[in-house]
């Protein structure tokens, strides 16, 4: 089995800073992408960042200068390194990741519990 585990949610101000980390653990042969999702009351789920094992990122416009992600894969590891936040950016924050369990096995999405992030003053 696989599990993704987020922390670093909170509470903070707007104009502050906030760390999200994700380890993913189990039974893992490769890891091609790590990101980022999130989700507000009452809108969708979107996108915020990703990564790809070879380092290639990906950013929503609307966090873009702002985020930051970063992944460290000898720990199976993304951080999202979260700066002049807005109230906007108010959400529940959900890690992903696309990833096999064997060599051969097909590439499944799997995705954490979700970590609250909350912006006020």
């Known amino acids: 089995q696989v599990q993704l585990v987020e922390s670093g949610g909170g509470l903070v101000q707007p104009g502050g800073s906030l760390r999200l980390s994700c380890a993913a653990s189990?039974?893992?042969?490769?890891?091609?992408?790590m990101g980022w999702y999130r989700q507000a009351p009452g809108k969708q789920r979107e996108l915020v960042a990703h990564?790809?094992?070879?380092?290639?990122?990906n950013f929503a416009g609307s966090v873009k200068g702002r985020f930051t992600v970063s992944r460290d894969n000898a720990k199976n590891t993304v951080y999202l390194q979260m700066n002049s936040l807005k109230p906007e950016d108010t959400a529940v924050y959900y890690c992903?990741?696309?990833?096999?369990?064997?060599?051969?096995?097909?590439?499944?999405?799997?995705w954490g519990q979700g970590t609250q992030v909350t912006v006020s003053s």
């Open positions: 992903n990741a696309l990833l096999r369990t064997q060599p051969s096995a097909t590439i499944r999405n799997y």
């Open positions: 189990g039974s893992i042969s490769s890891i091609s992408v």
């Open positions: 990564i790809t094992s070879a380092g290639s990122t």
